[in-house]
């Protein structure tokens, strides 16, 4: 009996959002280039783009635009919650619990998957915004119709009007956070979604999977370890002393790429245009994480294991104002296109997610009464 542990190398079913090319590098939405979109096109679009198919013309992307922006307001029992749940709480389990009360509110309605989908892709970032100001003691700050979804979210971070770096930086990392082919989170949401659970479940099952270190919060471990290191001095002893305890570089390695993850290739031109403008504590961290990146490939390069698209995602999201417990909840607001869209093809051709696993245990044991035992 050959068992695939970890899934690895099976496939689920087919699909026509996501391409990646994991000996080569590369990754495609619906046949597009990542660099071509990163450097070309916004977060809007590209989320047309994957929802529905195909590049929306004006008219579409005017129709999506307007309704994302109509979304991002939080019914007040949300904001309540948000202003009421412990301020130490995780914020993945914050956006985790908000979605659940979203569900809870919209269960009796039967819009289609889409435009379920556009409300939960539009409040993403207005949950995690709004929960990073009030467990400061701040007073959230309402969405802008009039800035992007990119701007707005770092706008109703810290109340201005991000500069076009930021706004352009932030724009470039959600869209190379909305999809990746099946990865763990996007098959958590699949499996609920086809037992034809509600949309709002299957978005939970993505969340509560992204959260784990070994995917969405490997971010998190990264900026965790950059400070930790301290110095670029101290990358070598640092890293030679994981890898002779058996521990994991976090924002290194892949179930795919064998190769460098051409995301982090983008996200690190992006960092370091961050590090030059900003200086002090994020030129530190980036020029760690660039010594990391070295010393790392120089020891793992050769076993196919290299930086991933968390490894400089936490400086840019650390540069971008927000704090490090925050980046998978960021990821999770770029993801949450890719879970819907994956959701919307699955079940239009739905089966019922339910694999094997093979008994070892012994079989027909003799029942003995507890006073026997
Ligand atoms: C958005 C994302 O989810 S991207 C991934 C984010 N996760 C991380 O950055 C966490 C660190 N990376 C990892 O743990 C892994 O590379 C994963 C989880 C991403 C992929 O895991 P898998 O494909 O199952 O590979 P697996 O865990 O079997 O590793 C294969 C070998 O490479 C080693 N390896 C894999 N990643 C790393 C790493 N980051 N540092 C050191 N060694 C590593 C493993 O120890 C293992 O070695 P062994 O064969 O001697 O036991
Ligand atoms: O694809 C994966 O296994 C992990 C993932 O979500 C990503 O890299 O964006």
Redesign the pocket.
């Known amino acids: 009996m050959e068992i695939k542990k ?1 899934l ?1 190398d099976v496939y689920v079913k087919e699909t026509e959002i996501t391409y990646i090319d994991g000996e080569l590098g590369r990754l495609y939405y619906r046949g597009y280039s990542i660099y071509d979109l990163a450097e070309f096109s916004n977060f809007e679009e590209v989320s047309y783009l994957i929802l529905y198919g195909k590049l929306p013309n004006k008219e579409e992307l005017s129709w999506f635009q307007e309704k994302l922006r109509e979304e991002r307001y939080l019914p007040d029992f949300i904001v309540k919650f948000l202003k009421e749940v412990r301020k130490d709480a995780q914020p993945m389990d914050v956006l985790r619990t908000a979605v659940s009360l979203l569900g809870i509110e919209d269960s009796k309605n039967d819009e289609p998957l889409d435009v379920k989908g556009i409300k939960l892709i539009s409040k993403f970032p207005t949950i995690v915004a709004n929960y990073a100001r009030l467990r400061k003691g701040l007073e959230v700050i309402d969405p802008d119709p009039k800035l992007s979804h990119a701007e707005n979210f770092l706008y109703m971070l810290y109340g201005n009007k991000p500069n076009e770096i930021k706004a352009k930086t932030m724009d470039v990392a959600l869209i190379l956070h909305i999809d ?1 082919e099946m ?1 763990a989170s996007t098959f958590a949401s699949l499996v609920v979604a086809s037992t034809l659970s509600d949309i709002y479940s299957s978005i939970i099952a993505g969340i509560s999977a992204l959260k784990g ?4 919060g ?1 971010n998190y471990e990264a900026l965790k370890m950059f400070k930790e290191i301290g110095s670029p001095e101290n990358v070598n002893d640092y890293i030679l002393n994981k ?1 002779s305890n ?1 521990q ?8 795919v790429y064998k190769t460098y993850d051409p995301r982090a290739r983008i996200l690190k031109q992006y960092a370091k245009l961050l590090a030059e403008k900003e200086g002090g504590e994020i030129n530190t961290l980036y020029s760690i994480a660039e010594k990391v990146e070295e010393i790392g490939i120089k020891y ?1 390069g050769s ?1 196919g ?1 290299y930086p ?3 490894f400089f995602s936490s400086i840019v999201f650390y540069a971008l104002g927000f704090e490090p417990d925050l980046f998978p909840a960021v990821f999770a607001s770029a993801r949450v296109v890719g879970w819907v869209a994956h959701i919307i093809e699955y079940i239009k051709d739905n089966k019922i997610i339910r694999p094997k696993a093979y008994y070892k245990g012994e079989i027909g044991k003799k029942y003995i009464p507890i006073d026997s035992r």
């Open positions: 970890g690895e990746h990865n270190p070994l995917h969405g490997a890898l058996k994991r570089i976090m924002g290194f390695g892949h179930r793992l076993r294991i991933n698209v968390d």
